[in-house]
């Protein structure tokens, strides 16, 4: 009922007092459908999920009767909502007393249907499957992206000389441009000396 409010109803009447706030015409219309939708589903608690079209049409006259013209599309549309809410409270009603049972060890004993404990359960197995999936399907794609954007970096790095330059500066690359020079000179004097060795022989 609070979520159809806030979607539909508009704002509450403690909104409406110290905000100044008042209902539009489509939001009185909600609010007057579930009113009148919610004594139906009072008289009929195994109620389906889908309205009648005798049902709709009562509705909507006891509606009328009211002074509020409701289109039959407003009427379906909060029904769909309310149905959702409502079958979502009994079945957390159900779940709560099946585990007062289950406390009290006397679930065999009273009989209680215990199907909206199985019904939460493949929800939350629902859910984290989802979770899982989502997340790998993100992570997928932020490395398909990092690679792309890593791959691009280093083709653009590849044509251009002078960042090649500024990455390679340092004094570590210095210090080792340097050592290659000197074993480039320690080569020629060695094969100097093992000339003038020959010579001298």
Not at 15 to 40: F, H, I, Y
Request: with cysteine; aromatic share 6%; glycine share 4%.
């Amino acid at each position: 009922s609070s979520g159809i409010n806030a979607e539909y109803g508009g704002p509450g009447w403690k909104e409406r007092w110290t905000g100044w706030r008042s209902r539009s015409p489509l939001e009185v219309q909600c609010v007057a459908a579930k009113n009148e939708l919610q004594r139906l589903l009072l008289a009929d608690e195994q109620h389906g999920k889908h309205l009648e079209n005798d049902e709709l049409t009562t509705v909507r006259r006891n509606l009328q009767t009211q002074g509020v013209d409701v289109p039959y599309d407003i009427i379906c549309k909060v029904w769909e909502k309310l149905y959702k809410l409502t079958f979502l409270n009994r079945a957390m009603t159900s779940a709560q007393q099946c585990r007062k049972a289950f406390y009290h060890r006397n679930i065999a004993c009273n009989a209680v249907e215990c199907n909206d404990v199985v019904l939460f359960w493949r929800a939350n197995k629902m859910l984290e499957i989802t979770s899982n999936a989502l997340r790998l399907q993100i992570m997928n794609t932020e490395a398909q992206r990092l690679e792309k954007e890593v791959k691009q970096y280093l083709e653009d790095l590849s044509h251009d000389g002078e960042k090649k330059k500024a990455l390679i500066k340092g004094k570590r690359v210095d210090l080792a441009e340097e050592l290659r020079k000197v074993r480039g000179i320690q080569d020629k004097l060695d094969t100097f000396i093992e000339e003038l060795k020959k010579d001298h022989q």
